[in-house]
Structure formats: structure tokens, C-alpha cells
């Protein structure tokens, strides 16, 4: 039975969804890249950093994001892992792997790809995302587990 | 110049998950709970993202030339293959084990909880094995 959740934010996810958007069209206006963070990662781990390093640059801001946030705000924002190792070990390999072979995730291909009207990236994200529910289903509501 | 515009890109990146509170994987798997207590959040975000970036897209693909005249690689209008279908599927399930995708995990290894490390190092060895994988496949 589904229950809509009490207390649904909307402003902050939009406004952090809107930055996410800012970013992605600052990447691409200015170095005409894709923002697609399994691409940026995975392109590292192949030893392609990018003209002028710009993979290494990037992934750098997205690391200075956090302490930036603890700075301004005075603490982190929440956050709660309910997997166990097994579990993470196992879902890590799986998103690493499954992002290469599928060529983007949400932000590759459910932001930017959708952005660019592309089929592609829509249907990428229509698979990762019904899959998901139903791993989730299966794991909350069907007693299943690794 | 390139480096300091990725260098702001990514850090803007970061901030919006981070505000947005995707970088929480309960947050994510209240999402992805539509038969529990569903909590739509990430729809807004994903909506906020992509309003805000198709002008950017439509810009560039008129125009083919970043604001600075430089070359811009735009994906190609590939075909929907095996390949993309299978790793969104997978890439799907270990989402929905976790809550986590790469941007908020690199994110999250910031905050000083080993078991971020654990799941980007995973996440890492994925990555190999599917440079592996992928080659070996591409050379039959």
C-alpha cells in the first residue's frame, strides 16, 4: 500500500535539482562535455584524465562540495546507509560495472541525456529506474535478501 | 581555463546533490519505494536538472561550438543496443541495493564514514572489470 511521505520538500530538491542542471550546462557550454559521472569516473580509471585534466578538475569540485557544505551550514546533511557491507560490496560492483556496460547513469543519462532528448538515455533511465523500484520492492516488501 | 570551469562544474554538482539531499541513500530508497512510504523528491530534482540544462543541449546542438569556440562531443544518436539495456539494468539493481549512485557516492566520501570507501572502491573495481569485459568482447 503506498503512503505518500508527511513533510515532502520541494523547494530545496528543486533548487539543488536547478544547480545540478547549472552545472551540467557549465560543463557543456564551456567544455563541451557531457556531465555524466560514471563516464568522468570510468574515463579516470581507464587513465583518460581529459584535456587539461578537466575529469580530474571536476571530480575534485564534486569532492570539495562536501566540506564547502559542512563550512556554510555547520554540519553535514542527513545521511543513513541501511545496507550492510555484503550488501554494498556487492550493489558497488554492480553500479560500477553496470554504468560502464550501459554507458551513463542518472546523471549521464537521467539528467544530461534526457536534456538532450535523447531515446537513448531515456529508455537507459526508464531501465535503471523500474529495476531499482523493483529490487527495492523485492528487498522491503517480498522478504527477499542477498 | 578548462580545468577551473570543470573544477566550478563539479563543485555546483556536489552542492545541488548535497542541497537537494541526494547524497542521503535513505532518501533515494524512499524513492524508489512506491509501495511503501513514498517520498517523490527525487522527481523534482531530476525535473529542476533537466529543465535547467536542455537550453544548454539545444544550444549546443545547434551551435556545435562551446561558448569558448572549442569543439563540444555530444553523444551520437546510437541505436538502443543490448549493451546499454543490460548495464541499465544492472546499474539499476545495485542502485536499488544501496541508494546510492557514482555522483552522491563521491560525494559522501567526504563525510567520514568508512562504508562510503568500501562502496566506491567497489564501485571502482566495477568499473575495471567492465573496461575488461568490454574489450575482451569488442577483440572476438
Known amino acids: 500500500m503506498t503512503t505518500l511521505a508527511a513533510n515532502i520538500q520541494v523547494t530545496a530538491p528543486l533548487v539543488g535539482g536547478v544547480l545540478i542542471g547549472a552545472a551540467a550546462a557549465t560543463l557543456l557550454l564551456f567544455n563541451g562535455q557531457v556531465a555524466g559521472i560514471s563516464g568522468v569516473v570510468g574515463r579516470i580509471v581507464e587513465g583518460d584524465f581529459g584535456q587539461k585534466f578537466w575529469r580530474v578538475a571536476f571530480l575534485i569540485g564534486l569532492l570539495l562540495s562536501g566540506p564547502a557544505y559542512l563550512y556554510w551550514n555547520g554540519a553535514l546533511p542527513p545521511f543513513e546507509i541501511s545496507a550492510d557491507l555484503p550488501t554494498l560490496i556487492v550493489a558497488g560492483l554492480l553500479v560500477g560495472f553496470g554504468t560502464r556496460v550501459g554507458s551513463g547513469c542518472t546523471s549521464g543519462h537521467g539528467v544530461c541525456g534526457i536534456a538532450n532528448f535523447s531515446p537513448r538515455s531515456l529508455t537507459a533511465t526508464v531501465v535503471f529506474m523500474a529495476v531499482a523500484i523493483v529490487v527495492v520492492f523485492l528487498v522491503r516488501h517480498a522478504g527477499v535478501s542477498l | ?140
Open chain 2, 1 to 140: 581555463m578548462n580545468a577551473v570551469f570543470a573544477l566550478v562544474a563539479g563543485f555546483v554538482f556536489g552542492v545541488g546533490l548535497l542541497i537537494s539531499g541526494m547524497t542521503n541513500p535513505a532518501k533515494i530508497l524512499a524513492f524508489l519505494d512506491i509501495a511503501g512510504v513514498w517520498n517523490p523528491s527525487l522527481m523534482f530534482v531530476m525535473v529542476g536538472a533537466i529543465l535547467t540544462a536542455i537550453p544548454a543541449f539545444a544550444y549546443i546542438r545547434s551551435r556545435g561550438k562551446t561558448l569558448l569556440g572549442a569543439p563540444a562531443s555530444l553523444p551520437a544518436r546510437s541505436p538502443i543496443t543490448p549493451r546499454l539495456l543490460a548495464g541499465s539494468a544492472l546499474f539499476g539493481i545495485g542502485w536499488g541495493l544501496s541508494g546510492f549512485c557514482p555522483g552522491p557516492a563521491f560525494v559522501a566520501l567526504t563525510f567520514g564514514d568508512q562504508r562510503v570507501w568500501i562502496f566506491v572502491l567497489a564501485v571502482v573495481a566495477g568499473m575495471v572489470l567492465a573496461h575488461i569485459t568490454l574489450k575482451r568482447l569488442d577483440s572476438i
